[in-house]
């Protein structure tokens, strides 16, 4: 393979992948029965409940990730390190950075969501490894990208709306317009753009070179636009 242009080293640091998780406050290893209730309410004691809660979990998941990607990209000790701070632990590594975070859902705080974000990807190169790849199959099914300029959400609105009718791509939003949802022709994905960052929202989790893939088809249809809104937009 031949070495990854400046453009794209920069495009992937810039790009944060993330899949998430969910299960009952009442499953975790941590929860007792006889002595504890399930959390009604959001707040920094529920919070800190969670985190001891949830600590077996997290630091079973976190071990598991350091090991794996040890010897999966044939790391040594100084190469990464594992720091667990209930409810979030953080994998850093010379090549990316793993984040394992435990919420409360605020809709229903008898549950929880487990995040998981990767980030800080060294380049495209990593992407394309196939061990980098069978470590974090299956794990994500968003993909952001941080506008480093930002974007007016009606700008976007307009100019998708004023493409040809039949045109690849379509837009949809709500009347106070805080962001809007594109459709591309050929990508199985939702496009959502708030104006600050860009996410790719998949009906399924995958690996990293797949969303990365996809996400590029999608950058390269808004860089053949003559709309500059578009065009500018990645």
Known sequence: MGKTPDREKKFVSQVSLLGHGTGAVRNLAGFR??????????????????????ATELASEG?????????????????????????????TAKDFTLEIAYALEREDPSG???SRTLHSLRSGELVELEEFDRLFAGTFSTIVFALAKG????????????????????????????????????VAAEVVCD??????????????????????????AFALTKDRVLAGLL
């Open 33 to 54: 029965k006889p002595h504890h209730t399930v959390p009604d309410a959001v707040n920094a004691v529920t919070t800190a409940f969670l985190g001891k809660l949830c």
């Open 63 to 91: 071990e598991d990730f350091y090991q794996r990607a040890k010897e999966a990209l044939g790391y040594k000790r100084a190469d990464l390190a594992l720091d667990i701070t209930s409810p979030t632990a953080v994998l």
């Open 112 to 114: 929880y969501r487990v």
């Open 151 to 186: 974007v007016k959400v009606e700008a976007v609105i307009d100019a998708v709306e004023a493409r040809p009718a039949g045109d690849a791509m379509t837009v949809s939003y709500p009347s106070d317009c805080r962001q809007c949802t594109l459709a591309v022709e050929g």
């Open 195 to 220: 104006g600050a960052t860009l996410e790719m929202r998949f009906p399924r989790a995958g690996s990293p070179r797949e969303m990365v893939t996809a996400f590029l088809a999608v950058r390269a």
